[in-house]
């Protein structure tokens, strides 16, 4: 079955940076599109950024856009969040997600999503 599991959470000073990583199975992860969310602690549910299943495009909302960017290894099945500058307002429960074949780029509706992971905790705290 499908699995995805992020890790690389942890409590870091603002400005400073992490990288997340949602390891993946149970299916053909070059095949997809991959979002990362997160859930904030006030706004809920919010899409934070996707790549295609290439790699070769990318889309962010706003509030990450310079500040965050999501490769992915297709070798391991792998994909990443890499996030610099954090802001306090970045603490939330970090996850990615497997859209569903009806969902359409760039992949922000929580409605399309048809698989997501447990999540790692980001809190950017002095």
């Known amino acids: 079955q499908v699995q995805l599991v992020e890790s690389g959470g942890g409590v870091v000073p603002p400005g400073g940076s992490l990288i997340l990583s949602c390891t993946t199975s149970?299916?053909?992860?070059?095949?997809?599109?991959m979002p990362w969310l997160r859930h904030h602690p006030r706004r809920g549910i919010e899409w934070l950024s996707s790549?295609?299943?290439?790699?070769?495009?990318?889309a962010y909302t706003d509030s990450v856009k310079g500040r965050f960017t999501i490769p992915r290894d297709n070798a391991n099945s792998v994909l990443f969040l890499q996030m610099n500058d954090l802001r306090p307002d970045d603490t939330a429960v970090y996850s990615c997600?497997?859209?569903?074949?009806?969902?359409?780029?760039?992949?922000?509706?929580?409605?399309?999503?048809?698989?997501w992971g447990q999540g790692t905790q980001v809190t950017v705290s002095s």
């Open positions: 149970g299916f053909t992860f070059n095949t997809s599109p």
């Open positions: 790549i295609n299943s290439a790699g070769a495009d990318v």
């Open positions: 997600a497997k859209p569903n074949t009806r969902s359409t780029w760039p992949h922000s509706s929580e409605y399309t999503w048809a698989y």
